[in-house]
């Protein structure tokens, strides 16, 4: 009896670590600061303001969905992480600030409320939420938006992008002719004279982000670099081993914020390290592919395509347990 | 077995078997042609037409069509009607002819009326079966209607062609957004019912304890 008072029973887990949930989205919101500070140098104020408005909508229409299924305030409060946040930061940051002011706002509540609480809240999506209402955006107001808009700062090898394409359009021959971007890898690198998306034109900015995300400990940083590095190399290999393809395909369009911050996410990749490896590697293949067959952007519609094979590629590719051995074929 | 007579007939056709938000049939001309309101209703009242003449006619010939050949005689029967609209529709009404396009021909092989025809008129005398086509038809037209103004008020920012205002989301035009309705509608649909049911239980179960009370009442001071 006496024994019960010294030994202590609880059940698993022991180890308890300081990574939760909503120290994990926290700190993947700092690592888009340097893109959205980026962002507001090179776009003006009209960024802040739509990102903002993203971030406010997202979080506003998860506390309206909890609010609705019958939730008390204070338990609304207690239970949130910032990973409404961290969704509405990436749909602001992924769409260009010629945008109507509108459109982030259905893009975070559609993300939010139809992606993520409808399938039971974070974790549970199947989807990453942030892909989905990029794509809502990019397919519902594409009538209003005709082109993306050059940035504020002027290019530093001093030659100008055609206003209306963008750096990739070109590359990826969308009028028919397949045009090499006009400027230097360096400002494709640094996205001065690149007109494109809030977020994703400064490259630099993103590599900060995650560079601190993977410091911390949250990103693995060899998946993204996997995805960035395959994507290169089948684009110069479908244009006939021209390597001059293999640094504009890479720094243009959204692949770099895609690849560092919405394929990794946790909840839409699969769980041991081959699998991973796997996943990476295919969505290189895929992006590359689709980019070259459709001469359009489909970094986002190449990582929504993947995260749904995610629990195919679970159940095939597993963690083997400890002390696991195939059972022997039984002889007849 | 539930007794057939004309009201029931109708609550099954319009509501508690909707062949479009609870049987979940008919999906393809649901999908594609709910883009517009107008849409929604020639479509509709299409297969109405043709469920009703349909139903009579197999109503009629269930005697003497034999068991073994029923689905091919159905199927003519179907097709006659569906021939008897689109030349109608063609002569009369150019635009949605063209709007409905392949999926007026397509009525033929629907499995709303073929499943009318098969569980329903070839069992029912005339009158029951020409009253089956006209709700389930008139359920198949709501349905199509309320849905095709939904998409058309979203995507375009008007309904039945008259503008609101100048606002569009394109994705509820696209066929993305056609499921997206699509499952929206049956939700609200499958939630509102089962809301009324609720209320009726609640209802149905006051009275029968209301009814024991006076029972236990009445036995009480019988045994007195």
């Known amino acids: 009896m006496a024994n019960s008072d010294i030994l202590l029973f609880s059940s698993s887990p022991h180890v308890k670590s300081p990574k939760t949930t909503k120290w994990i989205m926290l700190n993947v919101c700092i690592a888009l600061l340097p893109s959205l500070i980026f962002g507001i140098i090179y776009f003006g104020l009209k960024a802040l303001l739509l990102v903002a408005v993203s971030v406010l909508s997202a979080v506003v229409s998860e506390f309206i969905y909890l609010f609705i299924t019958g939730k008390k305030f204070d338990e609304i409060v207690k239970q949130f992480d910032y990973s409404s ?45 942030a892909i989905v209402g990029r794509i809502f955006i990019f397919i519902s107001f594409q009538t209003v938006i005709t082109a993306y808009l050059s940035p504020n700062i002027a290019s530093i090898s001093g030659k100008t992008l055609d206003t209306s394409a963008t750096a ?24 001065t004279g690149l007109s494109g998306c809030i977020g994703e034109t400064c490259k630099l900015a993103i590599l900060i982000g995650a560079v601190y995300l993977a410091c911390v400990g949250i990103l693995n940083i060899l998946y993204p670099i996997i995805y960035v590095i395959v994507c290169g190399l089948f684009t110069v290999l479908l244009n006939g081993f021209d390597f001059a393809f293999f640094l504009p395909s890479i720094l243009s369009g959204g692949l770099m914020i895609g690849a560092f911050f919405m394929a990794t996410d946790y909840v839409t990749t699969p769980n041991t390290k081959i699998a991973n490896y796997i996943y990476f590697f295919i969505l290189g293949l895929l992006t590359a592919g689709l980019r070259q067959a459709t001469h359009m952007e489909v970094v986002s519609f190449a990582i929504l395509l993947m995260n749904l094979t995610v629990p195919i590629i679970d159940k095939f590719i597993y963690h083997r347990p400890f002390g696991y051995y195939k059972p022997k074929k039984e002889a007849k | 077995m539930k007794k057939t007579n004309i009201k029931t007939i109708a609550v099954d056709g319009l509501i508690t078997s909707n062949p479009t938000f609870k049987l979940v049939l008919g999906t393809c001309p649901t999908l594609a042609l709910t883009t517009l309101a107008i849409n929604g209703i020639g479509m509709g009242l299409a297969v109405t037409f043709v469920l009703i003449c349909s139903n009579l006619l197999v109503s009629l010939l269930r005697k003497v069509i034999p068991n073994q050949v029923r689905i091919p005689a159905f199927v003519l029967i179907i097709a006659t009607f569906v021939t008897v609209v689109r030349l109608v529709l063609d002569k009369f009404m150019p635009s949605l002819y063209s709007a409905l396009g392949l999926y007026l021909p397509l009525i033929v092989v629907n499995c709303i009326i073929l499943a009318r025809a098969e569980s329903f008129a070839s069992k029912n005398c005339v009158l029951y079966s020409m009253a089956d086509g006209l709700f389930t038809g008139l359920g198949f037209t709501f349905a199509l209607t309320v849905m095709g103004a939904f998409r058309e008020l979203l995507s375009s920012g008007a309904i039945f062609g008259v503008k609101l205002w100048d606002f569009e989301i394109a994705f509820f035009s696209s066929s993305a957004g056609a499921f997206f309705t699509f499952a929206i509608f049956i939700a609200l ?26 029972s236990a009442f009445v036995g009480t001071t019988e045994a007195k």
């Open chain 2, 189 to 214: 649909f499958s939630y509102i019912e089962s809301v009324v049911k609720k209320q009726k239980k609640i209802k149905d179960y006051a009275e029968l304890v209301k009814l024991k009370e006076q």
């Open chain 1, 85 to 129: 946040c961290v969704t509405g930061l990436l749909i602001g940051l992924t769409i260009g600030t010629n945008y109507p002011i509108y459109a982030p706002i259905f893009g975070s509540a559609f993300a939010i409320i139809v992606v993520k609480m409808l399938f039971g809240g974070t974790g549970k999506n199947i989807v990453n939420p």
């Open chain 1, 168 to 191: 990739l359009a070109g590359l990826l021959g969308q009028d028919g002719v397949q045009i090499f971007p006009n400027l230097s890898n360096w400002d494709l690198f640094l996205g």
